[in-house]
């Protein structure tokens, strides 16, 4: 069965940082960006960042630009996403994605098309 299990979120005060996980499991890892999402209460799901099939392209929302940073470790399969200098309005359940489409990161549908897999969320949460 495919999984991807995030993990790592929690109450966090503005300023602080947490680093969330997505474990991966049953598909080939390789063959697929992996992107982070999230959805705050009464918003849209947004994405908010990705990294490549080769893990050498990445993008970001620009609300989290020089903030966030994503990493993978092919031989864990797995995706991190490190959040810095938190703000009250990341507060949001973040999900992760696979897209066989999605290859180079240049569009956010793509992980809503063709090859794709969701994972269950993790709840962040920043206090003001």
């Known amino acids: 069965d495919v999984q991807l299990q995030a993990s790592g979120g929690g109450l966090v005060q503005a300023g602080g940082s947490l680093r969330l996980s997505c474990a991966t499991s049953g598909f080939t890892f390789d063959d697929y960006a992996i992107g982070w999402f999230r959805q705050a209460p009464g918003k849209e799901r947004e994405g908010v960042s990705c990294?490549?099939?080769?893990?050498?392209?990445?993008n970001y929302a620009d609300s989290v630009k020089g903030r966030f940073t994503i990493s993978s470790d092919n031989a864990e399969n797995t995706v991190y996403l490190e959040m810095n200098s938190l703000k009250p309005e990341d507060t949001a359940v973040y999900y992760c994605?696979?897209?066989?489409?999605?290859?180079?990161?240049?569009?956010?549908?793509?992980?809503?098309?063709?090859?794709?897999?969701w994972g269950k969320g993790t709840l962040v949460t920043v206090s003001s």
């Open positions: 994605a696979a897209s066989a489409l999605a290859s180079r990161c240049t569009s956010w549908l793509a992980f809503y098309y063709g090859d794709h897999y």
């Open positions: 990294i490549s099939v080769s893990g050498d392209s990445t």
